[in-house]
Nanobody, 125 residues
């Protein structure tokens, strides 16, 4: 079991960058495929990116590919999402999630076992 805590959100202008972090305050992330999801105002939660627990394979949604980078540091029990060239449509609550020992990277939220509370990212135009 892991408990996840996100941080690093905030207000940024369009075109700017932000890095959000997700640390496991309890447990270890080394055996989990880690994902980032987001939910914008009036929108459904959507997959953003994920990184596998073996091999560090990554997967991104088409809307963020080339702009966002997910990474993990198991020694620090932390997953990062570096977001560049942010756009107003990236405004959302960003949440990290953990999928135990999954070989497949799933884009469906229902596949993930544990979730953090989220960190708000707001991009002004």
């Amino acid at each position: 079991q892991v408990q996840l805590v996100e941080s690093g959100g905030g207000l940024v202008q369009a075109g700017g960058s932000l890095r959000v972090s997700c640390v496991a305050s309890k447990g270890t992330i080394s055996s989990y495929t880690m994902g980032w999801f987001r939910q914008g105002p009036g929108k459904e939660r959507e997959f953003v990116a994920a990184i596998s627990w073996i091999g560090g394979r990554t997967q991104y949604s088409e809307s963020v590919k080339g702009r966002f980078t997910i990474s993990r540091d198991n020694a620090k029990n932390t997953v990062y999402l570096q977001m560049n060239n942010l756009m107003p449509e990236d405004t959302a609550l960003y949440s990290c999630a953990a999928d135990f020992r999954s070989i497949t990277i799933y884009t469906s939220a229902s596949a993930y076992d544990y979730w953090g509370q989220g960190t708000q990212v707001t991009v002004s135009s």
